[in-house]
């Protein structure tokens, strides 16, 4: 808007200039020379005002508006007096400045351009953004030339208007307009310092509003007068209308930017936290997983009665030492497992590899838990042999695992079937474990593979879960370039877990290879 209305100060003071030198009715030389001197005072007083707040992005106090204004009182008042215009020179046909025209103004001027100068320093010398103190350096000496140039021109034209062509003179002052804008235009374009459509909607709505008030000098039918007025207030109304909605609209895309800015700072932040978290846990679980590692050794040997025969009663009470170890030592290993997913530290070992015979061993380790707890746990093999996969078969050893595990740990009582099918022209491979267990929704089912995620009826059977499994076993399956999902007819109707491996990893070849993070 001070943009705006500088443009429009200018703009008169161009006019004013033109119609002084152009006509010879001593009258309106007099009444343009006279209203000119305010609008020259004006167009210091916007350009401070613009450039407080172009630099500082705030608004100058109330205090500082009362002091422009007091400036600016002592023009407007003695304007139409001697003290302004003290007479006319009918050999030259100017007006002959007063105290006010000759000295005051240009006092004042003066007193504005080293505010101007004050104003930039304090700025650049503070300014620690490099891009922020580039924008205040360009403006701020487009405008110190833009005013040098218009009070130089004017002030020298006027002492000296007896010898040297004040014309000639002083309209040199206003090519330093040309150049300020031309700055500004560079400051639009490169940085995008002010937003072109509030300028744009303001520029046309007082178009539109000068130009339908201009009408007034033309007619002279009172009813043609009455509705050129009402359509002026309508086109007031309206395009006051128009510039506060195109306002709202900027200050939402500047409030938007804002919070895009600071999310992005979060995000970040939140990365090195993740990152920071991903070492702890890396660090922590190598600690943890040597100790668990040695009680699981001695546990072992109390319970083969290497240190000599033991009760009943302390053998029932190491086997749950031994299994609640176990438990622990997966949960270090799928922690360990995930940090290292993270981080892009998995090695994979590709070698020729019997499917039937890799998920056979993995089904028959669970037949004694599955006999125990009352379960039928079945295996299906392929009619025929299938060809060796190129596999890192400790990987695929402990997703197949997973699933087998989750879905003893899930099913109280019916069947789990294991089965291994050929898929297409013995291309891939698709190893399937179908349970009669709690199941899941439609909802769940969209989120099983995330890290740590439980949903609420695995945390009602099994609450020490840490929702890891499946997020290891996912990493491991998609590394091998396959494919892992999971699919249920509801919540306790049972699921099935399946895995689509292909002949060949698309991503490596036989021998080891260390592959980055998988995109989830």
Request: net charge neutral; proline share 2%; hydrophobic share 50%.
């Amino acid at each position: 808007m001070l943009i705006f209305f500088l443009a429009i100060d200018f703009s008169l003071w161009c006019v004013f200039d033109l119609i002084i030198w152009t006509n010879t009715d001593s009258s309106k030389i007099m009444f343009f020379w006279m209203s000119i001197i305010p609008l020259d005072l004006l167009i210091f007083i916007f350009s401070a005002y613009l450039q407080y707040v172009f630099l500082n992005k705030v608004d100058v106090t109330l205090r500082t508006k009362y002091i422009f204004f007091l400036i600016l009182l002592p023009v407007l008042v003695l304007m139409p007096s001697r003290y302004n215009l003290s007479g006319f020179d009918n050999v030259s046909c100017n007006g002959i400045d007063g105290l006010v025209g000759k000295y005051y103004l240009y006092a004042s001027e003066l007193l504005i351009l080293i505010l101007v100068i004050i104003i930039a320093i304090k700025k650049i010398i503070k300014e620690k953004d490099p891009i922020e103190r580039t924008k205040a350096v360009y403006f701020s000496i487009s405008l110190f030339i833009f005013l040098c140039f218009f009070l130089l021109g004017n002030l020298i034209a006027s002492i000296f208007e007896t010898s040297i062509s004040w014309w000639s003179l002083s309209q040199y002052g206003l090519f330093g307009m040309v150049f300020f804008i031309g700055v500004l235009t560079y400051l639009i374009v490169q940085y995008k310092v002010f937003e072109i459509r509030m300028l744009g909607a303001q520029a046309l709505v007082v178009s539109l509003v000068v130009l339908i008030a201009s009408q007034f000098f033309f007619i002279q039918n009172g009813t043609n007068r009455i509705l050129t007025g009402i359509t002026l207030a309508l086109s007031v109304v309206f395009g006051w209308i128009l510039i506060a909605s195109v306002k709202k609209e900027v200050e939402r895309k500047e409030e938007l930017q804002r919070i895009s800015d600071s999310l992005a700072v979060a995000n970040s932040r939140l990365k090195e936290l993740d990152n920071t978290k991903t070492e702890f846990i890396s660090i922590a679980s190598h600690q943890l997983r040597t100790p668990l590692t040695a009680i699981k050794g001695y546990l072992s040997l109390l319970l083969e009665g290497s240190y000599g025969t033991i009760s009943v009663e302390i053998t029932d009470v190491l086997e749950k030492l031994n299994i609640v170890n176990r438990n622990l030592i997966q949960l270090v290993e799928d922690l360990l497992n995930v940090s290292r997913i993270d981080a892009g530290r998995i090695q994979y070992s590709y070698e020729p590899t019997r499917v039937e015979t890799l998920v056979a061993d993995k089904a028959d380790m669970f037949m004694p838990l599955a006999h125990e707890k009352g379960i039928a746990l079945s295996l299906h093999l392929p009619a025929k042999a299938l060809p060796e996969f190129m596999l890192d078969a400790g990987k695929i050893r402990e997703a197949v695992s997973n699933l087998i595990d989750n879905a003893l740990k899930y099913t109280a009582k019916g069947s789990i079937a294991v089965s291994i099918e050929p898929v297409g022209n013995d291309d891939a491979v698709r190893i399937a474990v179908t349970d009669t267990g709690i199941g899941f929704s439609e909802e769940d089912g969209r989120m099983l593979f995330g890290k740590f995620v439980r949903t609420k009826e695995t945390s009602k059977v099994y609450v020490i879960g840490t929702g890891l499994g499946l997020y290891v076993g996912k990493s491991f399956v998609e590394a091998h370039g396959g494919r892992i999902w999971a699919e249920s007819d509801g919540v306790g109707k049972g699921s099935r877990f399946i895995i689509e491996l292909p002949l060949v990893n698309p991503k490596a070849s036989a021998g080891s290879a260390r592959l980055g993070p998988i995109e989830q």
